[in-house]
C-alpha cells in the first residue's frame, strides 16, 4: 500500500482536477515534468543539499520533558519544524516545487499566503534563485500577519492584498488562481498546501513527507521502537500529510487537529469534519468543504489564519473515510492556552497552528500510559504570532 | 431537435451569426433578472446564458464577481435560477444555458438538478471548472434529460484535446478567446481565430467565442471566424451602473452593440 492517488489523481473519491480548461496544458506540463524529477537522482541530491546546507534538516526530534512531567502521561516528542530556515515546514515544498519551476524554464512565481508562512518561505526560494514573486494574501491575513507581509518585501517579494470575501486564504487561492489562468505561458504556481487540482496534492506531500521520514529514523534512534501516536494540525493539510504518510503503513494512531474556532456553529470553526463539512468540490479539488445546504461556500474562523479554511487536502478527506486518520479539533481558547503552555514548560513559542497540535496533545497525554510515545509536529515557531496574542490577551485581560 | 440545435439551424439557413449575451441570475434582483432576459430574448438574442451565483468565482473577473456577490447578498439559489428560467420560459421559446460552478450543482445532486432544469425549461449546462475527464457522471444525467452539457475549449487545449471534447459535444462549443478570467479587452486576440480554425478541424457544431467582448467592433470580429459572439462583462457591468433601470440600460447597450438589432430581422 503506498497511497499513491490514481493517474487522475484520485484518493478514493476524493481529488481529480476541478479547473478551468486553459489550465488543463499547463497542468499536464506539471505533471509531466514532475514524474520526470521525481525519481531523478540529480534532482533529488540537489533537494537534498539545499535542504540540509540552506534550511538546516534535518530538523531535531526533540523529547519535551518538562511538557511531558507536567501532564503526567505519554513521553511527548516534538519534530521541530519550527527549526527550519523561515520558521515553518513551509521551506520542504517550496525548496523542492522552486527546483522543478527552474528546471521547466519558469521566471516568475505566484504564490498564496494565509498565516504568511508558505508566502515568506516562498519570497525565499525565490530571492534564493532570483526569480519575480507575487504573493496574494487576504487583506484580514495581512492585518493579522503584518510582519510576516514585512518580511516578504523585505525578500523582494510583490504582496498583492485580496479584498474580496471572507479576505483570507481561500480568496487568496481565487487570485492565485485567476492570475495563473491569465499568465499560463510565464508563470509557475507555488501552491503551499497538499491541496488544489492534481498533482498538487502529491507533489506538496512528496515534499513534506521528509517530515515523516525523519521523525521515523529518528525516534526509532532514541527509543528502539516506532510512536504510539503521532499529532499535527491540519489547515490545507501539508505538515500533517508529511509526518502521517511514512507511518501510514504502520501500527501507529495518527490524529489530525482541525481548527475548531470559537463554536460548533457553521462559521464559528473551520473543522471540515464537523458540522458543516460535507463532500463538495473548491479550488480544483473534490474533497470535504465547508458549505451550506444550496453548495455555496462559508465563513470559517479561527485564530489561526493558516488552518483557516473551508476545505481540506483530498488525501485526508479519503484517510478520514477509510478511518485511518482521526480528525479532531481545539478551538481558539485552547490553542491560546497551549501557546502559553509550551512556551512556560519548554521555552519553545510554537506558531498558532501548531499550538492546535500542542492542545490536544495536553488533552489525550494524561489519559496515556508513561511508556508510551507520541509525536507532535511543531509545524512552526510562533515569533509571527506575537503580537496578536498580545493584543488578544489585552482584550481578555 | 431542441432549441439550441434549433436555433443555430435557423442561423445557418439565414446566413446569420448569434449574438450570447449573458446575465447573473439574481443581479440586482430575480425581477430585474427576468425582464433583462425577456429584454435581450426581444432584441434577438440567439442563446440567453444565466450565470449561477458562486461564492468563489475563481474563473472570473473583477465585474462578475461583483454580480455574483450582490445575487448572493439577495440570498439567490440554485432553485431560484430554476425558477427564473421557467419564468422566463413561460415567455419565450430562447434557448438558455445555465452557466456555472460545480458545486452548487454537485450539491443539488446531479440528477436531482438535471429533472428540474429540464422541467425549467433549460436547453443547456456550461460548467466553468469542470473538463472532460471529469464530465461523464454529470454528462449523463443531462443527456438523459435531453440538456446539453456545453463543452469549453481554450487556445491552451492541445489538438489531441480537442479532439476528445469535441466526441462528447453537444449543442454548441465555447471557445474562450484568451487565456485569463472573464472581463473586457481591448481587441480580440488572434489566438481565437486560431483556436477556432484548430477546433473545425474536430466538430461539425456551431463555436461561440467569449470572454473579453465587449463593443460592436469585437463581435463584427467574431462573426468573421465563428458562428456567435458571447458578451459578459459588458451587459454585467451596465446592470451594475444602473441597478434600477437594468432593464433600459441594457436594452440601449445592446441596441448600440449591433446594428441588426435596430431593425429587427435584417441582415448583417
Same mark, same amino acid.
Not at chain 1, 514585512?150 to 487561492?173: H, N, P, Q, Y
Not at chain 1, 534512534?221 to 499535527?232: C, I, K, N, Q, W
Not at chain 1, 470535504?288 to 444550496?294: T, V
Not at chain 2, 446569420?16 to 430574448?41: H, M, N, Q, W
Given at each position: 500500500?503506498?497511497?499513491?492517488p490514481n493517474e487522475q489523481g484520485y484518493?478514493?473519491e476524493y481529488g481529480g482536477r476541478f479547473v478551468p480548461e486553459t489550465l488543463v496544458a499547463?497542468l499536464d506540463?506539471?505533471t509531466?515534468?514532475?514524474?520526470?524529477?521525481?525519481?531523478?537522482?540529480?534532482?533529488?541530491?540537489?533537494?537534498?543539499?539545499?535542504?540540509?546546507?540552506?534550511?538546516?534538516?534535518?530538523?531535531?526530534?526533540?523529547?519535551?520533558?518538562?511538557?511531558?512531567?507536567?501532564?503526567?502521561?505519554?513521553?511527548?516528542?516534538?519534530?521541530?519544524?519550527?527549526?527550519?530556515?523561515?520558521?515553518?515546514?513551509?521551506?520542504?515544498?517550496?525548496?523542492?516545487?522552486?527546483?522543478?519551476?527552474?528546471?521547466?524554464?519558469?521566471? *516568475?512565481?505566484?504564490? =498564496?499566503?494565509?498565516?504568511?508562512?508558505? &508566502?515568506?518561505?516562498?519570497? @525565499?526560494?525565490? !530571492?534564493?534563485? +532570483?526569480?519575480?514573486?507575487?504573493?496574494?494574501?487576504?487583506?484580514?491575513?495581512?492585518?493579522?500577519?503584518?510582519?510576516?507581509?514585512?518580511?516578504?518585501?523585505?525578500?523582494?517579494?510583490?504582496?498583492?492584498?485580496?479584498?474580496?470575501?471572507?479576505?483570507?486564504?481561500?480568496?487568496?487561492?481565487?487570485?492565485?488562481?485567476?492570475?495563473?489562468v491569465?499568465?499560463?505561458?510565464?508563470?509557475?504556481?507555488?501552491?503551499?498546501?497538499?491541496?488544489g487540482p492534481h498533482?498538487?496534492?502529491?507533489?506538496?506531500?512528496?515534499?513534506?513527507?521528509?517530515?515523516? *521520514?525523519?521523525?521515523? =529514523?529518528?525516534?526509532?534512534?532514541?527509543? &528502539?521502537?516506532?510512536?504510539? @501516536?503521532?499529532? !499535527?494540525?491540519? +489547515?490545507?493539510?501539508?505538515?500533517?500529510?508529511?509526518?502521517?504518510?511514512?507511518?501510514?503503513?504502520?501500527?501507529?494512531?495518527?490524529?489530525?487537529?482541525?481548527?475548531?474556532?470559537?463554536?460548533?456553529?457553521?462559521?464559528?470553526?473551520?473543522?471540515?469534519?464537523?458540522?458543516?463539512?460535507?463532500t463538495g468540490v473548491l479550488q480544483g479539488t473534490r474533497s470535504?468543504?465547508?458549505?451550506?445546504?444550496?453548495g455555496?461556500?462559508?465563513?470559517?474562523?479561527?485564530?489561526?489564519?493558516?488552518?483557516?479554511?473551508?476545505?481540506?487536502?483530498p488525501?485526508?478527506?479519503?484517510?478520514?473515510?477509510?478511518?485511518?486518520?482521526?480528525?479532531?479539533?481545539?478551538?481558539?481558547?485552547?490553542?491560546? !492556552?497551549?501557546?502559553?503552555?509550551?512556551?512556560?514548560?519548554?521555552?519553545?513559542?510554537?506558531?498558532?497552528?501548531?499550538?492546535?497540535?500542542?492542545?490536544?496533545?495536553?488533552?489525550?497525554?494524561?489519559?496515556?500510559?508513561?511508556?508510551?510515545?507520541?509525536?507532535?509536529?511543531?509545524?512552526?515557531?510562533?515569533?509571527?504570532?506575537?503580537?496578536?496574542?498580545?493584543?488578544?490577551?489585552?482584550?481578555?485581560? | 431537435?431542441n432549441?439550441i440545435?434549433?436555433?443555430?439551424?435557423?442561423?445557418?439557413?439565414?446566413?446569420?451569426?448569434?449574438?450570447?449575451?449573458?446575465?447573473?441570475?439574481?443581479?440586482?434582483?430575480?425581477?430585474?433578472?427576468?425582464?433583462?432576459?425577456?429584454?435581450?430574448?426581444?432584441?434577438?438574442?440567439?442563446?440567453?446564458e444565466?450565470?449561477v451565483?458562486f461564492?468563489?468565482p475563481m474563473a472570473?473577473?473583477?465585474?462578475?464577481?461583483?454580480?455574483?456577490?450582490?445575487?448572493?447578498?439577495?440570498?439567490?439559489?440554485l432553485?431560484?435560477?430554476?425558477?427564473?428560467?421557467?419564468?422566463?420560459?413561460?415567455?419565450?421559446?430562447?434557448?438558455?444555458v445555465l452557466f456555472s460552478y460545480f458545486n452548487p450543482i454537485m450539491r443539488m445532486g446531479c440528477d436531482r438538478f438535471a429533472k428540474s432544469a429540464r422541467?425549467?425549461?433549460v436547453d443547456g449546462l456550461l460548467l466553468t471548472d469542470v473538463i472532460d475527464s471529469e464530465a461523464a457522471a454529470i454528462s449523463r444525467k443531462l443527456a438523459q434529460n435531453d440538456l446539453d452539457l456545453i463543452s469549453l475549449v481554450a487556445?491552451t487545449s492541445t489538438?489531441e484535446r480537442l479532439s476528445a471534447i469535441a466526441k462528447n459535444a453537444r449543442g454548441f462549443v465555447y471557445a474562450v478567446?484568451?487565456?485569463?478570467?472573464?472581463?473586457?479587452?481591448?481587441?480580440?486576440?488572434?489566438?481565437?481565430?486560431?483556436?477556432?480554425?484548430?477546433m473545425?478541424?474536430f466538430t461539425?457544431l456551431?463555436i461561440a467565442?467569449g470572454?473579453?467582448?465587449?463593443?460592436?467592433?469585437?463581435?463584427?470580429?467574431?462573426?468573421?471566424?465563428?458562428?456567435?459572439?458571447?458578451?459578459?462583462?459588458?451587459?454585467?457591468?451596465?446592470?451594475?451602473?444602473?441597478?434600477?433601470?437594468?432593464?433600459?440600460?441594457?436594452?440601449?447597450?445592446?441596441?448600440?452593440?449591433?446594428?441588426?438589432?435596430?431593425?429587427?430581422?435584417?441582415?448583417?
Open positions: 500500500m503506498n497511497h499513491e484518493w478514493g499547463p506540463e506539471l509531466t515534468a514532475y514524474f520526470s524529477y521525481r525519481d531523478d537522482p540529480a534532482f533529488q541530491a540537489e533537494l537534498s543539499d539545499l535542504l540540509k546546507n540552506y534550511s538546516g534538516r534535518p530538523t531535531p526530534l526533540y523529547f519535551a520533558r518538562r511538557l511531558t512531567e507536567s501532564l503526567g502521561g505519554a513521553r511527548i516528542y516534538l519534530k521541530r519544524e519550527d527549526l527550519n530556515h523561515t520558521g515553518a515546514h513551509k521551506i520542504n515544498n517550496c525548496l523542492g516545487q522552486i527546483l522543478l519551476a527552474r528546471r521547466m524554464g519558469k521566471k *516568475r512565481i505566484i504564490a =498564496e499566503t494565509g498565516a504568511g508562512q508558505h &508566502g515568506v518561505a516562498t519570497a @525565499t526560494v525565490c !530571492a534564493l534563485f +532570483g526569480l519575480e514573486c507575487v504573493v496574494y494574501m487576504g487583506t484580514e491575513d495581512m492585518r493579522r500577519q503584518e510582519l510576516n507581509v514585512f518580511r516578504m518585501r523585505l525578500l523582494g517579494a510583490e504582496v498583492r492584498g485580496v479584498d474580496s470575501g471572507s479576505r483570507t486564504l481561500k480568496d487568496a487561492i481565487n487570485e492565485a488562481l485567476r492570475d495563473w491569465t499568465n499560463v505561458d510565464t508563470t509557475y504556481y507555488l501552491l503551499g498546501s497538499a491541496l498533482p498538487y496534492p502529491l507533489m506538496v506531500r512528496d515534499f513534506q513527507s521528509v517530515i515523516g *521520514r525523519e521523525a521515523r =529514523e529518528q525516534i526509532i534512534e532514541h527509543e &528502539g521502537r516506532l510512536p504510539d @501516536t503521532l499529532v !499535527a494540525c491540519v +489547515g490545507g493539510g501539508s505538515n500533517s500529510i508529511g509526518l502521517f504518510h511514512p507511518f501510514l503503513n504502520d501500527e501507529v494512531r495518527m490524529i489530525g487537529v482541525e481548527a475548531g474556532g470559537r463554536g460548533k456553529e457553521v462559521g464559528d470553526h473551520a473543522a471540515r469534519f464537523m458540522n458543516g463539512g460535507s470535504y468543504i465547508l458549505q451550506d445546504e444550496h455555496q461556500i462559508v465563513a470559517t474562523h479561527s485564530v489561526s489564519a493558516g488552518l483557516d479554511y473551508a476545505s481540506i487536502g488525501e485526508h478527506a479519503d484517510l478520514h473515510d477509510t478511518n485511518r486518520v482521526e480528525y479532531v479539533s481545539s478551538d481558539d481558547v485552547e490553542a491560546l !492556552a497551549a501557546f502559553k503552555l509550551l512556551s512556560e514548560t519548554e521555552g519553545i513559542i510554537p506558531a498558532l497552528e501548531s499550538s492546535h497540535a500542542v492542545a490536544y496533545a495536553a488533552r489525550i497525554a494524561p489519559e496515556m500510559t508513561r511508556d508510551s510515545i507520541m509525536i507532535v509536529n511543531l509545524s512552526g515557531r510562533g515569533d509571527k504570532d506575537v503580537n496578536q496574542v498580545q493584543g488578544l490577551s489585552k482584550m481578555h485581560g | 431537435m432549441r440545435e434549433r436555433q443555430f439551424k435557423l442561423l445557418r439557413e439565414g446566413r446569420r451569426k448569434g449574438f450570447i449575451p449573458f446575465v447573473t441570475a439574481g443581479d440586482p434582483d430575480l425581477a430585474s433578472s427576468l425582464e433583462v432576459c425577456l429584454k435581450l430574448a426581444d432584441l434577438g438574442a440567439d442563446v440567453i444565466l450565470g451565483p461564492s468563489d472570473d473577473g473583477p465585474t462578475i464577481q461583483r454580480s455574483s456577490q450582490r445575487a448572493l447578498e439577495n440570498g439567490v439559489t432553485p431560484d435560477v430554476l425558477h427564473l428560467a421557467a419564468d422566463f420560459r413561460r415567455r419565450s421559446e430562447v434557448p438558455v422541467d425549467a425549461g487556445p489538438n478567446s484568451r487565456a485569463g478570467v472573464t472581463g473586457t479587452q481591448g481587441r480580440v486576440s488572434d489566438e481565437a481565430k486560431k483556436l477556432v480554425v484548430r473545425r478541424e461539425e456551431p467565442v470572454f473579453g467582448i465587449s463593443t460592436a467592433e469585437q463581435i463584427r470580429d467574431v462573426w468573421r471566424f465563428a458562428d456567435a459572439a458571447v458578451v459578459g462583462s459588458a451587459i454585467v457591468s451596465q446592470i451594475e451602473r444602473h441597478p434600477n433601470e437594468a432593464v433600459d440600460a441594457v436594452g440601449q447597450f445592446v441596441r448600440g452593440l449591433l446594428p441588426r438589432f435596430a431593425n429587427q430581422g435584417a441582415e448583417t
